[in-house]
């Protein structure tokens, strides 16, 4: 079954924070964040290992809670680049290679 | 930087016609994916592949084949398309070593079924 994300979609203006929620019925052995912007492939922000690690890419930063089996992503004093949709992804084993699922994504829009 | 290649952008097929979706990556990835993107579905997985002529059903691999005779190459196989096989398809691939390394992505193939 895929992760589930929240919310769907978000409006913010610029400087605006937002978090995006991630949470599986499994258990999670790492999170991916991507994020695609119109017309383009998902491009890959972070990945986070282990269960409370909270990583970063610009001012966006991600936490990992593995006994909750979720993440969160944080958007920080938005900017009008972080427009897009963004996904969490999780492998379904501990391997290195297998099913890598992702969540149905959350559209951000990041207005003037 | 690594390069994964959808050999076509768009592409309108009619029901029934057997269609071919290539993908190419330039990194010596072992793994490769097909995804399938439908709004409000986000990434669903079709099928994977880890190593040549290896191969593994995603979540939704009905309708659906593959193909890995090279390792650089991975072919997505619609055996006899349908309306509802009307998507934007995405291939992605990845090392296989190390702490599952990030997936990079195709720009997608956006396929028509009439």
């Known amino acids: 079954q895929q992760p589930v994300q929240s919310p769907q979609a978000v409006i913010l203006r610029e400087g605006e924070d937002a978090v995006i929620n991630c949470s599986s019925s499994?258990?999670?052995?790492?999170v991916h964040w991507y994020r695609q912007k119109h017309g383009e492939a998902p491009v890959f922000l972070m990945i986070?290992?282990?269960?409370?690690e909270q990583k970063g890419h610009e001012k966006i930063s991600a936490s990992f809670n593995e006994k909750k089996q979720q993440s969160s992503l944080y958007l920080t004093a938005s900017q009008l680049s972080y427009s897009g949709t963004y996904f969490c992804?999780?492998?379904?084993?501990?391997?290195?290679?297998?099913?890598?699922?992702f969540g149905a994504g959350t559209q951000v829009v990041v207005t003037p | 930087d690594v390069k994964v290649t959808q050999s076509s952008r768009y592409l309108v097929k009619r029901t029934g016609e057997k269609v071919f979706l290539e993908c190419v990556q330039d990194?010596?990835?072992?793994?490769m994916f097909w995804y399938r993107q439908d709004p409000g579905l986000g990434l669903r997985l079709i099928y994977f592949?880890?190593?040549?002529?290896?191969?593994e059903k995603g979540d939704i691999p009905e309708g659906y084949s593959v193909s890995r005779e090279k390792k650089e190459r991975f072919s997505l196989i619609l055996e006899s398309a349908s309306t509802n096989q009307t998507s934007m398809y995405l291939c992605?691939?990845?090392?296989?070593?190390?702490?599952?390394?990030?997936?990079?992505f195709g720009n997608g193939t956006r396929l028509t079924v009439t």
């Open positions: 986070l290992l282990k269960g409370g």
């Open positions: 499994k258990a999670l052995y790492s």
């Open positions: 990194m010596d990835h072992e793994n």
């Open positions: 592949s880890y190593d040549v002529k290896m191969k």
């Open positions: 992804g999780t492998p379904v084993t501990t391997d290195s290679w297998g099913k890598f699922q």
């Open positions: 992605a691939s990845s090392f296989a070593t190390g702490r599952r390394p990030p997936l990079h």
